[in-house]
């Protein structure tokens, strides 16, 4: 073992130690006089008694002559830290210095026990971690609360599948190219089972063996974690305003705290027990440690329904057509929807439902088209224009519920395909029908065969005359003429307002 691995996870813990402690550790020496460094050999440990450790300069004298006989360390109590010249004299000459605050003969055994048995010691510390981690229970916040408590000196994180921090400390954030933060590097990048999304521990490399350790440790929480999605999904399945409430929580979040959650803005300290406090530095007002801390724990639980959280997602609606649906056609309408979508969202949205996929419009209105298809009752679908975050999604819903009231029954309308003639059958015609025929009263007066009227829609519809004529199978000029009787029944053609109110009425009469 190396004496960082020794200082990490080994009878070292918790010692404070000075240099980078990549040598090997062989043997352990006790020296309780300096003359005794004669005999020490290469990567041997040495722990100062006695006179040798009775004051600072002792001390540094002990080091100079560990250089000498290429010793792998230094250990000595507490007592005999000085004021710092034992820190340069391990940087200056590569030798690490460790001081222990319990009896320096006790350590000696242990780290001798330690250093020649390593796998032993190791194994010791996975024991621990699994006991520890099967206490903590299915709870994704306290696993890593251990993870990082028997891991000392690596950091590691629980990210979504999009690389958004569930869990764990901020250090463990990996960028591309598989460097960490803080010029770390990744010692191990475990993907979890079913898209849960990643493990990941970074920190110095100070053992050939300890990436081993940290992957084997890091194993050992794979079922912990997958009970823990299994639990989220188990009950928003058997809850469905669980999952409903879930959903609307995520849309009503600001896209700024939303933004405030990805691994490296949010540091989390790890204390006793579990996860402890959190700060956001650099943050306003809005932005509070608490809200944070609301936007982690949703996205946690929305990444164990495997729900999309991050863009590109599209919304959609599907809406009930001729029948208003009781409580267990709710729960029938969501299980199709799951089953056509995949892991989705889907709330009650007036007397139909809504929610979001990660698909394109395309390929998110086929499987529309396909559970619409399978439901026993008739409805209507939309579905929205594709969207990059998901603070946008109540945009992309606002567009798919248009696109289902265009929609006939057992058919699926997409928003980002809808023109003026689509948007036009989505208004209520049996309100706007009295003050249509206002509206058109004196274009009906001086219409006797129905052929202005007609003109009209073409022209409205069309863009202008030209096009109109076409549709018609008329001349330009036979339109041109039409128009001119239109004008004067009282309608000033040039005027937007007037335009648009003719456009609906003609619409609505049809």
């Known amino acids: 073992m190396t004496v960082a691995e020794l200082v990490d996870a080994g009878p070292l813990a918790g010692a404070h130690m000075y240099g980078s402690g990549a040598n090997p550790v062989h043997q352990v020496r006790i020296v309780d006089e300096l003359g005794v460094f004669a005999d020490v050999v290469p990567h041997t440990a040495v722990v100062l008694i006695g006179a040798a450790a009775s004051g600072g300069w002792a001390v540094e004298m002990a080091m100079r002559r560990a250089w000498e006989q290429a010793a792998a360390c230094v250990i000595a109590p507490s007592s005999a830290l000085s004021s710092g010249s034992g820190e340069v004299l391990a940087e200056r000459l590569g030798v690490t210095l460790i001081f222990v605050d319990g009896d320096p003969l006790v350590t000696a055994v242990e780290v001798a026990s330690a250093a020649s048995r390593p796998e032993a010691a190791r194994t010791q510390l996975v024991a621990r971690c699994a006991t520890r981690i099967a206490e903590a229970g299915a709870s994704a916040r306290r696993v890593l609360g251990v993870l990082n408590a028997e891991l000392p000196g690596t950091s590691v994180a629980f990210l979504d599948r999009y690389g958004t921090r569930l869990a764990g400390r901020a250090a463990a954030g990996v960028a591309e190219g598989g460097s960490a933060s803080g010029g770390e590097r990744v010692l191990v990048d475990m993907d979890l089972p079913d898209g849960l999304g990643r493990l990941v521990a970074s920190g110095a490399v100070r053992s050939p063996g300890w990436p081993s350790v940290v992957r084997t440790v890091l194993g050992l929480a794979v079922a912990a974690l997958s009970a823990w999605a299994a639990g989220e999904r188990l009950v928003a399945g058997r809850e469905f305003a669980v999952q409903e409430a879930l959903a609307e ?11 405030a959650a990805p691994p490296d803005t949010v540091p989390e300290q790890d204390v006793p027990g ?7 530095p650099d943050a306003g007002p809005e932005m509070l440690p608490g809200a944070v801390g609301d936007v982690r724990e949703a996205l946690g639980r929305a990444a164990a329904l495997g729900w999309a959280v991050r863009g590109p997602v599209s919304g959609f609606v599907v809406r009930p057509v001729g029948w208003q649906p009781d409580p267990a056609e709710h729960a029938m309408v969501r299980e199709l929807l799951v089953g056509a979508l995949g892991a989705v969202p889907v709330m009650r949205r007036g007397e139909g439902w809504a929610g979001w ?9 086929v499987r529309l088209q396909e559970c619409a298809r399978l439901l026993p009752r008739a409805v209507a679908a939309g579905a929205g224009r594709q969207v990059e975050r998901l603070g946008s999604v109540a945009e992309s819903l606002l567009g798919a519920e248009a696109a289902a009231f265009t929609a006939r029954a057992g058919a699926v309308a997409r928003a980002d395909r809808m023109g003026p003639a689509e948007l ?3 208004l209520p015609a049996g309100v706007l029908r009295a003050p249509a025929e206002v509206v058109l009263g004196p274009l009906r007066a001086a219409d006797k065969d129905g052929s202005l009227l007609a003109t009209l829609a073409a022209v409205l519809d069309g863009g202008g005359a030209l096009r109109a004529a076409e549709r018609l199978g008329v001349h330009r000029n036979t339109v041109t003429t039409r128009l001119e009787r239109v004008r004067a029944a009282g309608y000033d053609l040039e005027d937007p307002a ?4 003719l456009h609906l009425a003609v619409h609505v009469s049809r």
């Open 424 to 426: 036009l059958a989505a």
């Open 274 to 280: 579990g996860v402890g406090a959190e700060a956001v």
């Open 498 to 501: 007037t335009r648009l109110a």
């Open 357 to 365: 996929a990660e698909l394109g419009p395309g390929a998110l209105a």
């Open 249 to 259: 929580r995520l849309l009503a979040m600001p896209e700024a705290l939303l933004d």
